[in-house]
């Protein structure tokens, strides 16, 4: 076996992403450049990290993964696995600098959803997308991996939004609410703007086409699909150009001598950064807002792993934290339980585009400080145009990362 353990279980605490992290940095280099696009199934993804779940929510941040991966390998030795570290972070920049991109998506859905209920064939192959059974093998059994496992090799995940897209021509919206409603790393920014990417949409006229070949190598012979059922030609979906671009966001500072309510939410599961320039609040709200990802149900699995997760970090930090609350789901909520405190202000963690951040915003009446990592703050305002222009900007990212301790 080349990579690190097998693995497609994900137990929601930061000891168990410490362990797969240490587990997989021997494997971050070399061996992640040459083997990373195999996907070997269900409990065998073990040429890739499998830590999105975990990074996704901050339970461990990119800083931290890349200084392990640097405490072990040479920059050129691990420059693949950094790069995909900081295509995440690319995701985040480029969605903080055009947030319409994400309302967009979600009008777009909702008429897609108005679609599903009014046109009878839409439903029928919707329905046959999201339950596996559409005839095509290697989609159907993503599909259900998908739903089982919370989730997909990155290669799985780009050949099944290409056939989503090109072969069963269902709306890419569709798709990737599928995909938000079932990923434990569902994430407004890396999903919403990789099916872009699919569709052709982010890179204008730039299409993903998933072939038959591809996926038999990849897949080493698991699936042989036949040349059938790809399109052979993938037009881009028909979109608007981009929005212009705003300046990155640059967060808030805070006072700790002000009496402040903090709320640990799921966009950040590290409060290390902000315990370090002096939050001792008087309490903490603990706040999960992954239904408002979608309109639909979320899976189970999902919230719960993310509540699990959140719980995890409330507990590291239990005696930091102050008493904790759950279960403040509205901003009016959030507003009254920091006033009944004696809060003058209520500090969290910068939260990027999505529902938290939703909520944050439409908290009334007290004031809300939104703390930003400075490694967001150094490589957000780079995503100003494609990943090719920031990656060069990457070594500069590195070389800030001493002293940015996270956790
Ligand atoms: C259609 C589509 C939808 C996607 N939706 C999501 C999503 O909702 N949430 C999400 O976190 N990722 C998403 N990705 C990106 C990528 O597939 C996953 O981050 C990656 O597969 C996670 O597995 P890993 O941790 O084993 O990755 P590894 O290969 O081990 O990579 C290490 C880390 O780098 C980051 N990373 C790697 N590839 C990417 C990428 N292409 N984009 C952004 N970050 C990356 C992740 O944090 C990952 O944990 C999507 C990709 C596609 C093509």
């Not at 439903?123 to 599909?143: M, P, S, V, Y």
């Not at 950040?268 to 149900?297: I, K, M, N, Q, Y």
Request: net charge neutral.
């Amino acid at each position: 076996m080349t990579g690190g353990a097998p693995v497609t279980r994900f137990t929601p605490t930061r000891t168990a992403a410490l362990e797969r992290l240490s587990a997989f940095v021997p494997h971050a280099g070399k061996d992640y450049a040459a083997l990373r696009n195999y996907d070997r199934g269900p409990g065998q993804h073990r040429d890739v990290s499998v830590l999105s779940p975990y990074i996704r929510h901050r339970a461990l941040t990119e800083a931290e993964v890349l200084e392990a991966v640097l405490g072990r390998h040479s920059h050129s030795a691990a420059e693949k696995f950094i790069q995909e570290v900081c295509w995440r972070t690319y995701w985040k920049g480029w969605l903080e600098m055009r947030p319409s991109v994400w309302r967009s998506y979600r009008a777009d859905l909702r008429r897609a959803l108005d679609g599903v209920q009014t046109q009878g064939g839409l439903r029928r192959d919707w329905e046959a997308a999201c339950k596996g059974e559409t005839g095509i093998e290697c989609f159907d059994f993503w599909a259900r991996e998908l739903v089982e496992t919370g989730y997909l090799h990155n290669h799985a995940r780009m050949w099944f939004a290409s056939i989503w897209i090109f072969t069963l021509r269902l709306p890419w919206v569709l798709g990737a609410d599928f995909f938000l409603r079932h990923l434990l790393d569902g994430d407004p920014a890396s999903n919403t703007l990789s099916w872009r990417w699919v569709a052709g949409v982010q890179t204008p006229g730039k299409t993903y086409l998933a072939r038959g070949s591809n996926i038999s190598k990849y897949t080493e012979g698991r699936f042989r699909p036949d040349g059938w059922i790809f399109a052979n030609d993938a037009q881009a979906v028909d979109a608007p150009p981009h929005p212009p671009r705003m300046d990155a966001p640059k967060g808030d500072a805070f006072d700790p001598a002000i009496p402040t309510a903090f709320i640990l939410h799921e966009d950040d599961l590290s409060p290390g950064f902000l315990v370090l320039r002096g939050l001792r609040p008087l309490g903490t709200a603990l706040v999960t807002a992954s239904d408002g990802l979608t309109p639909l149900r979320m899976a189970p699995r999902v919230t719960e792993f993310r509540t699990a997760l959140a719980r995890d970090a409330a507990s590291r930090w239990a005696e930091r934290l102050g008493p904790v609350t759950e279960g403040l789901d509205c901003p009016q909520a959030l507003a009254d339980w920091a006033r009944a405190l004696g809060a003058e202000q209520i500090v969290t963690a910068f939260a990027p585009v999505g529902p938290v951040a939703e909520m944050l915003d439409e908290i009334t009446g007290i004031p809300v400080l939104r703390v930003m990592r400075d490694f967001d703050a150094t490589a957000w305002p780079h995503a100003t145009a494609g990943f090719f222009k920031f990656k060069e900007k990457i070594p500069k990212f590195l070389g800030q990362l001493k002293g940015l301790r996270a956790a």
